[in-house]
Each structure stands twice: as C-alpha cells, then as structure tokens.
C-alpha cells in the first residue's frame, strides 16, 4: 500500500504515551471531564438555584413559559414533571414561531393572569423581556427566569438563574440549569437526566465538564 502523505495525525495533549488501559481516561481529562468534575455534578447546585426552588416550593398555580427549540421544550418538561411530582398544579405556553417569535410576551402574563397562577416561570427566555416581567409584577405574579442567553442588563422584578452565575460551567443549556433546579428541590435526578441530555446536545453547548458529564449520564437512561 503506498504511504499517503496527506493523512491526518492524531496527536494526544500529553508529553507521554499514558499506559495501556489508562487512554480513555486520558481523552476524557483532555476534555475537561474529571473525577471531581463529575462529583460537581451532582453536588454543585448554584445559590440561585436553591432560592428558585424555595419559590416553587411556595406556589400554588404556576405557568411555564418556554421557547420552542429542544432546549426550550426539554427544559420546559423538567420543570413541569418536578411541579407535578411536587403537587403543584401548573400549565404552560409556548409562543408560536410565526406570530410571536422567540421570547417570553405579555400573551403568556395575560394567560397566567386569566387562570390565576401566582409564579411564572420562564425557561430558555426572559432574561432580555423586562417590560414582560413588571407586566407579571404589576399583577402580582412572581417570575423566575431560567436562560442561558447574553444579557445587556439584568432584569427587574424577576427572580434569574442563568449559567454564568455557575462558575464551575458557565456554558449549561436552559434544561441543564432545570435540572440544577430539580437537585435543589430533592427530587430523583434519573427521571431528568436524559432531558437535559437532549437539550445539551441539541442546543450545541459546549461539550466540556458538567455538560459532558450531562451527557453521558443522560444517554444511559431508558426512554
């Protein structure tokens, strides 16, 4: 077979060959994934996260509102499953893509006002709706925003967890820092795990640390 010069070479991030058996561990190090990392995973839950589940913990009709993306939808569904293994009624809305667009809109406070829901809690969106959120305060609705998008300022009269406050991965997808959310509240993690999988893989963050540890214990679970 004649030698191609053109083929790639694959080159390992270590100034030695690790020992046989030992490689796996040596790619997963190479992309950030370590023993402590994964022990942050199930132990690290943000300080904002801790206070949004005091909150849900107190409500006693709450909205949902999402974006329509898998992270959205993936995100959306954590949190109503722990609402509901908590017995706490709740529905949702997610805007439609061609009239509303992406966002959290006075359509969803209108809805939450309509049915009487005392907290709203916005996933994958809100953190750039501060007209939304004081329309919700003015009706005496409480807001928690869970998002992971960029921000010029942070929003008045609304409770916000977003990735860059977890300093151990700044980069979670909206399901991901849900799934903060259902740690904090005590809930069973396996039921969840595989959402926030999805939307980390979907939502093309990035697939360091804490995602990839997501990830890998979300692809184990059953459908």
């Not at 406050?165 to 991901?176: E, M, R, T, V, W």
């Not at 903060?180 to 093309?204: F, H, M, N, R, W």
């Amino acid at each position: 077979m004649p030698v191609s010069y053109n083929m790639k070479i694959w080159k390992l991030r270590t100034k030695s060959i690790p020992p046989p058996g030992s490689l796996p561990r040596a790619f997963l190090q190479a992309r950030g994934l370590t023993e402590e990392i994964l022990k942050s995973v199930w132990t690290n839950i943000p300080k904002e996260a801790a206070e949004a589940a005091q909150r849900i913990a107190r409500a006693k009709r709450v909205l949902v509102a999402c974006d329509y993306d898998a992270d959205g939808i993936s995100a959306a569904a954590i949190i109503l499953r722990a609402l509901k293994s908590k017995n706490i009624t709740s529905v949702y809305t997610i805007p439609d893509r061609a009239e509303d667009g992406y966002g959290f809109h006075a359509s969803a406070v209108n809805t939450a006002k309509k049915l009487k829901c005392d907290l709203i809690i916005a996933v994958d969106c809100g953190v750039n709706a501060p007209d939304t959120i004081l329309q919700a305060a003015a009706h005496g609705i409480d807001v928690i925003v869970i998002d992971h998008h960029d921000y010029d300022f942070l929003p008045e009269g609304a409770h916000v967890l977003h990735s860059f406050f977890h300093k151990p991965n700044p980069h979670l997808s909206a399901a991901g820092l849900a799934y903060k959310v259902v740690q904090a509240l005590g809930l069973p993690e396996e039921p969840y795990l595989q959402l926030a999988a999805v939307s980390t893989i979907a939502d093309c963050v990035r697939l360091t640390n804490e995602n990839r540890a997501i990830v890998r214990e979300g692809l184990k679970q059953k459908p």
